[in-house]
């Protein structure tokens, strides 16, 4: 079965800061990648998506993600973060065939104002 | 213009009871998962359903858990017996379709506090 790491379990910046947070998965197949947010009270919610096409996949609010099929990676990054950033970020992956997605174990993200 | 509604929010319960969670999906989605996630965790996932019927159901921990969808709308997990260890988020997500193919995004609801006594 697939897992999912997430290599930062908390990560502190201060506004304007870059930011990358690293997400590998294990499975050779066809897989499907998501990134959700959760912000502070309030539930789940999709950043972004990949499927197929472009590597290089947009999100809401600046955020995007590069599949690198060689790696098995799917990277989070945003050039300058905000304070309203502050959240837990999941990396999810569903294959092809199998319809349970998989989560890693999130990283918490602190922006200082 | 709902989204994913669960009920109820918290449930506290003692150990060896019985207890049920809701789960309405969005209007139309044919998909519906059940996943449960424990502090620190990322969501595990339980249980999904295709229309009625529970398609995969590899995630339950054991048999004192067990999930219906008799109408293929609403949802209910039901845990008997339930265990200090039971005690943790329970998230329930729909989509237009199976997460496998393109273009199917999971919509979680807010999920249910359980802890278990």
């Known amino acids: 079965a697939q897992s999912v790491s997430q290599h930062n379990h908390h990560v502190i910046l201060s506004e304007a800061a870059s930011l990358e947070l690293g997400c590998n998965y294990s499975?050779?197949?066809?897989?499907?990648l998501f990134w959700y947010v959760q912000y502070p009270g309030q539930h789940l919610q999709l950043l972004l998506k990949y499927f197929s096409g472009d590597p290089l996949v947009k999100g809401i609010k600046g955020f995007e993600a590069e599949f690198i099929k060689s790696k098995f990676s799917f990277n989070l990054r945003k050039p300058s973060v905000q304070w309203s950033d502050t959240a837990e970020y999941f990396c999810a992956v569903t294959t092809y065939n199998n319809n349970d997605m998989r989560f890693g174990a999130g990283t918490r993200l602190t922006v200082k104002p | 213009g709902a989204g994913v509604s669960q009920t109820p929010s918290n449930k506290v319960t003692e150990k060896g009871k019985y207890v049920e969670l809701r789960c309405d999906p969005i209007?139309?989605?044919?998909?519906l998962y059940w996943y449960r996630q424990s502090l620190g965790q990322g969501p595990e996932f339980l249980i999904y359903?295709?229309?009625?019927?529970?398609?995969?159901d590899s995630g339950l921990p054991n048999d004192r858990f067990f999930a219906v969808r008799p109408e293929g709308s609403v949802s209910t997990l039901k845990i008997q017996r339930t265990e200090r260890g039971d005690s943790a988020v329970y998230l329930c997500?729909?989509?237009?379709?199976?997460?496998?193919?393109?273009?199917?995004?999971?919509?979680f609801g807010p999920g249910t506090r359980l802890t278990v006594l």
């Open positions: 209007s139309g989605h044919t998909a």
């Open positions: 359903f295709q229309g009625t019927g529970a398609a995969d």
């Open positions: 499975y050779g197949g066809t897989v499907n």
């Open positions: 997500a729909s989509s237009l379709n199976l997460a496998g193919g393109p273009g199917n995004e999971q919509f």
